[in-house]
């Protein structure tokens, strides 16, 4: 365990720095964005006073330096156009982002493990064409695109649009609030049963050919338990595997899916950030997406050992 604690804090300090890099090579600075073509008649007096507002005037090393022990102390830094600390923003995006992966996943469960086992029950059967073709149309279709023809039928052939009303939380509005988050949950969560149908698969087909499962039927166990607690019970581990990275992903992969439905998620707040070139509250905001995503995967370390007993052994 130390070892990974280790490896976490590797993995976020190469994200803080690649962020940080990645930023100041994207031509314009905070500047530029607000002020658009005027920055032009800016004088030298009022440039250089804008870039010591604004802390550019120092070398990266120093602002890389500075703007990470800011963090550390907890100041996430602030936000010109919204007027408020990234902190307090990220405290009311990130519980939206949350409550929209842990749905999509959710849905996603639902749908690709039962369609991965149907799949290997009969290998290569029109049983097993059918889940596949329905996979491939999971990693093929983007999101932008089944978001949007989605959100188009609901209002044109039912009238049903909540994302057109301002979000509602879950603790002031649950019915209208997961109105709003069904149909981006459902889009997401289509994408990802793919690859966790096809993990399944290919996990149950390899659980079904060992000896044990053989030597089970043998001596009579009912189909219906035979698949759950010895075939779907053997091949937890890659589904949650899979099931966490793809949890991780969500958190900063939603952003195009927010866009559409309107959804002030994480992805969304560095979507905005970068817009603006507000520096703070892109390196921030994603810093915490990257933590959120070291912590899914510690998680799912943990949940090995409680569904294998091998893993507790090692």
């Known amino acids: 365990m ?4 280790l490896s976490a804090l590797g993995t976020l300090l190469g994200v803080a720095v690649f962020v940080f890099v990645m930023l100041r090579a994207i031509p314009g600075n905070q500047i530029t964005a607000g002020l658009g073509i ?3 008649a800016l004088t030298p007096a009022q440039k250089a006073a804008l870039e010591a507002y604004y802390g550019l005037d120092k070398p990266l090393v120093v602002q ?7 963090v550390l102390t907890g100041n996430l830094g602030f936000s010109a156009r919204s007027q408020q600390s990234v902190l307090s923003m990220t405290a009311e995006s990130l519980p939206v982002t949350l409550e929209l992966a842990v749905m999509a996943i959710v849905l996603a469960l639902l749908i690709g493990v039962p369609l991965g086992m149907l799949s290997a029950s009969k290998p290569d059967s029109v049983r097993d064409g059918a889940g596949q073709l329905v996979g491939l149309a999971g990693l093929s ?11 188009a039928l609901a209002a044109q052939q039912w009238g049903f649009n909540p994302n057109g009303q301002g979000f509602a939380r879950l603790t002031d509005d649950p019915l ?4 709003q988050m069904l149909m981006p949950a459902l889009v997401l969560g289509f994408g990802i049963a793919a690859p966790i149908m096809r993990t399944t698969r290919t996990a149950v087909l390899e659980i079904r050919s060992n000896d044990f499962i053989r030597t089970a039927r043998a001596k009579g166990v009912p189909e ?3 698949q759950v607690k010895h075939v779907l019970r053997n091949a937890l581990v890659p589904i949650v595997t899979m099931t966490g990275l793809q949890f991780g992903y969500l958190l900063g992969g939603a952003v195009v899916v927010e866009q559409i439905f309107s959804l002030p998620g994480i992805g969304r707040q560095v979507l905005l950030g970068i817009q603006q070139k507000e520096y703070a509250v892109v390196q921030s905001t994603v810093l915490v997406i ?7 995967n510690l998680l799912t370390d943990l949940l090995y050992r ?8 090692e």
């Open 290 to 296: 990257a933590l959120a995503f070291v912590i899914v």
């Open 176 to 179: 209208l609030n997961l109105q």
């Open 141 to 151: 279709i983007p999101a932008f695109l089944l978001g949007t023809t989605m959100l």
């Open 64 to 70: 890389f330096f500075t703007w990470l022990g800011e």
């Open 2 to 5: 130390p070892r990974r604690l």
């Open 38 to 40: 005027e920055a032009a």
């Open 306 to 313: 409680v569904i294998d007993p091998r893993v507790r052994a």
């Open 224 to 226: 219906r338990r035979l």
